[in-house]
């Protein structure tokens, strides 16, 4: 069975040396004992919550049985403890029953979550997005209804936007919305793909449902945003009737089966409006960032726990011997470790978790900034980077969370390949992370059709300045200066194809698809080499002689394996679109 | 559920104008129309039998019952329908039971096979290469009882050599063998992983097992081979007593479920020795080039029917619209088609199956050439060409095989990750190609540590002249000469590379294992790329337009987007072993 230590020394060396979270925040109370002591009662809680019941979530899963889907043993009561520690409201306000904490923190509390037991992260995360959603968006009335509930963990959530026929095209969507003569409202339709739809977790279950006011224009536009409860509240705030939304379905996945993935029927179902009518996406896509980043910690969650338990077995199996002989001469044969191809899988492991680890949280703090900075100008750099970053991250961290699973799963040979090891549970479990909150494919058009060009490309701009500006902060140490100078050359290659790219795709806009994917790995590469000079000076800075070679070692790798890899990708992502579309479809 | 057309113009195209197997071959009574033929009703067997078993060996797998495997609903079926049709010992001689067919033709067989049913193929490939093993290596006596019985599918097969502590590492195996008095021995030990260890398929089941007789050298210089049967036969050659070897456990995988992976004891087995005694290794090894090659048609397999399937729903599903506006205004949305990345995946299938089955094919003659080549030059030549190209081509195949199984998942997004639809399974499935029949690190490894040296360097200074002999063929056609000097470059690059990485291994063995891995892919790209300026060549050569627009198309996505990712590579696999090696183990 898999094990896992919770990282929280590096996550708070990240937060409070790399990152300096409480002094960029500058809110009171946030101190970085504060930070340490979250981050340390964070990880306790998922190594003796979370790992016992992960195998169970697989092996058992959820049922659907009479109507109510029936979660693995165990989840209930780790939900329990997770709401009663006040972590699932950890970033609302106070008056919305929250602890006011910020998100970056939330950011660490999902990567623990991720390798503990990833099928789990839904029943947390989701509750959280619908009431930072209705905070946001609800009327006062709605909103004192539902926040509190959902913050405490006494009810949980649901985001109902995907149909039978419509996945990434959200103007597809069919579900109706009418308005009664009471002002209220009822949703008809279906929706699939639904985590959390049912569970036997919470007494009460929050249904966010995209669907389309009678008379709403067509496409997105005529999207409007309903909270509808599974039992709709009585006058004092409890459980009142069944509503009329049910699970007609469990679907059985390649992984994630500790969350119920529930065909939801909404047959004239009691629904309350968020907000404006027709302005129901802009209300769900408040969350949208944010989303996407907890995605993202699915993949780099995943390869945590991979990781861990990669190294853990290169050190105790022993197999074959040195290629420079014997190091291990009186056992029958050395232990894996000594094998350069499995270190480098161990290392490519940490270069993207440790690395990955400190672009998530300073993105999550970009997305605090971006609400909490002190100036507008701050909120909107912020902003900038939020959105800039975000494909960037969903997209990269799950691709090699993934990959990374994959080759820590190979560490194992076929002991990895059988269940009972659990490796391959994380391949699959992981795998959901490329597709869901927008497939892979569709970050990458979101980077380069928008975000890159978005406000004449004003965040690709400032990011541009603030790697540039970290670098030259470090350019003092000579441990790095060469990999400085090689990241500077590989942000102007990646500037270079940015522009090429865009030239291009003014007179054709298939030269971004065909470019995205390869640019976007490019451009995530050199991020992460960002982060790494910032790791290493930040190790360099302390007096921790571990930490310090560890750090070194692995930037080391970084930068003579990774980094090279951004070349190649420029080369293709200018390779031209032609290339992909000159076939006529019938013969692809 | 999948579908699945077995692509028989393709691999007959390849066999007869880009390979011309049947003048390559020279043997009495191969004729293309012959080879056509075995093609075509491979093609049809594989879509009529094993598509439709292959969700059932997935969902239900196989079960130990009472010490007795069964195999999932129809596999016995549709074995009996592949040994009915003489496929089993199709490359056996006719005294042997078999057809006398060339392994070329088994490769065909194996691609479609993996690609309809992979867990089924074991089944077949296990039998033949038992009866092969002992054809080469057994007693006339031995030969004769079981190589007609394997020929003929009334006997299944087993290869036992991995132990619960020994994978890789064949030196550690601890199962024993004594003589008793009368001349036979008897077996004592476990195996594991034993793919077929029991079956209901056959009526009897050949284990052929490495073992240590007592007092042989530790090591691989100590292993014996033995046959030994779960039922002993009697002496008219049928079914005698219960022999001392049964299964005790199933493993539960990932995927592969429709072929039963056995714990095996024998517990004072009788068996019969095969070949010399402390040779077993290199009587086992006769089949290893084939066997990994069946191993890369895993991959292989499993990408064709991914592609298949992955072009079907992006032609079938509507979402979104191009991004040059709307292709079919008429429907609510573009089929999926339309995007250049969905396109990117699909060709990036096509590039990697169509080359590879091209390589594959290939490397299947070069079996061939080298035990039935007219001379013994043109004997040594095809075996070096065999031992070079067999890592290579395991190694790459099942890597990209696993990463194309899952962009081609990733084309139907949710409905990819659900089981119904049958994509995850096959992601699942080809994942064991890159563990078995040897590792893929290990595979990196053979070629750089003993492949390219091998004779001073033989077999790598004619494969470099074949490449350039082909290129130089096709340097009057107008439409490949940029593509070949690409490829030229990309050939002088690995050989330079080579030299480096050999020169620094002189004096530090870890630079092969820290160059392996990244080595063995740009050399198979390079490979891919011979491969693909054959296919052009032929295409051209060709009156079917059709055919030529699409290998042009392929071609071109290959060398715009996947041979540049050779410079990549080669700069990670020149990065040095010091890299890796640094950091202390405790630390990795």
Same mark, same amino acid.
């Given at each position: 069975m898999l094990t896992y230590r919770a990282p929280t020394r590096d996550i708070s060396f990240i937060l409070t040396k790399v990152l300096n979270a409480s002094g960029c925040l500058g809110r009171d109370g946030l101190s970085d004992d504060l930070i340490e002591g979250v981050v340390s009662e964070i990880g306790?809680?998922?190594?003796?919550?979370?790992?016992?019941?992960?195998? !169970?979530? +697989?092996?058992i899963g959820c049922e659907l049985i009479d109507g109510v889907v029936r979660t693995p043993p165990g989840f209930k009561d780790a939900f329990r403890s997770f709401a009663n520690g006040g972590w699932i409201g950890m970033c609302l306000d106070a008056e919305d029953g929250g602890q006011g904490l910020p998100e970056v923190l939330n950011v660490a509390l999902h990567e623990m979550i991720m390798s503990a037991c990833l099928s789990f992260g839904d029943y947390i995360g989701l509750p959280q997005a619908a009431a930072k959603t209705l905070a946001h968006h609800a009327s006062g009335e709605l909103r004192g209804l539902y926040v509190p509930n959902l913050a405490t963990g006494r009810w949980g959530a649901t985001m109902c936007m995907t149909e039978p026929s419509c996945g990434t095209d959200l103007g597809l969507i069919a579900t109706s919305a009418k308005q009664l003569s009471d002002g209220r409202y009822t949703v008809n339709g279906t929706k699939i793909f639904i985590s959390g739809g !049912?569970? +036997?977790?919470?007494?009460?279950?929050?249904?966010?449902?995209?669907a389309r006011l009678e008379g709403a224009p067509a496409g997105i536009k005529g999207l409007s945003l309903f909270v509808c409860p599974k039992f709709v509240p009585n006058e004092s705030g409890g459980i009142g009737d069944r509503n009329a939304v049910r699970p007609v379905r469990l679907e059985k996945k390649m992984g994630y089966h500790g969350i119920s993935t529930c065909e939801m029927v909404f047959d004239g179902a009691a629904a309350w409006l968020v907000g404006e009518?027709?302005?129901?996406?802009?209300?769900?896509?408040?969350?949208?960032?944010?989303?996407?980043?907890l995605v993202a910690l699915q993949g780099l969650g995943a390869a945590e726990a991979a990781y861990q338990n990669a190294a853990h077995y290169a050190r105790?199996?022993?197999?074959?011997?040195?290629l420079n002989g014997p190091l291990f001469a009186s056992q029958k044969a050395d232990?894996?470790?000594v094998h350069p191809d499995v270190r480098r899988i161990l290392l490519g492991a940490r270069a993207f978790v440790e690395g990955g680890r400190a672009l998530a949280l300073w993105l999550g703090l970009q997305i605090d900034l971006s609400e909490s900075g002190q100036t507008d100008e701050a909120r909107t750099a912020a902003s900038d980077f939020a959105a800039l970053l975000t494909p960037v991250v969903k997209s990269m961290f799950s691709d090699l969370g993934f990959e990374t699973c994959n080759s820590c799963m190979q560490v194992w040979g076929g002991h990895g390949y059988i269940r009972d090891n659990g490796m391959e549970q994380l391949v699959r479990d992981c795998r959901i992370a490329q597709i869901q909150e927008g497939a892979n494919g569709i970050q990458?058009?979101?980077?380069?059709?928008?975000?890159i060009t978005a406000e004449n490309g004003r965040a690709w701009g400032a990011f541009k300045n603030l790697v540039r500006s970290d670098l030259d902060a470090s350019a003092h140490l000579d441990e790095i200066k060469e990999w400085s100078a090689r990241l500077l050359c590989a942000l102007e290659s990646v500037d270079v194809a940015t522009r090429d790219i865009l030239q291009r795709a003014q007179h054709d806009r298939n030269e971004l698809g065909s470019a995205g994917v390869d640019y976007l790995r490019a451009f995530g590469l050199v991020a992460l080499g960002w982060m790494w000079v910032r790791i290493v000076s930040a190790a360099l800075a302390g007096d921790d002689k571990a930490r310090r070679s560890e750090k070194l070692a692995v930037a080391r790798f970084f930068f003579a394996r990774e980094l090279p890899k951004v070349e190649g990708h420029l080369v293709v992502a200018q390779s031209g679109a032609d290339v992909l579309m000159a076939l006529p479809s019938e013969m692809v």
């Open positions: 306790r809680l998922c190594e003796n919550e979370l790992t016992p019941i992960n195998r !169970d979530g +697989d092996e !049912d569970q +036997d977790i919470t007494e009460n279950i929050v249904h966010l449902v995209l009518p027709n302005r129901g996406l802009a209300a769900m896509f408040t969350m949208v960032n944010t989303a996407r980043l105790e199996r022993l197999q074959g011997r040195s232990p894996l470790i990458a058009l979101d980077l380069l059709g928008r975000k």
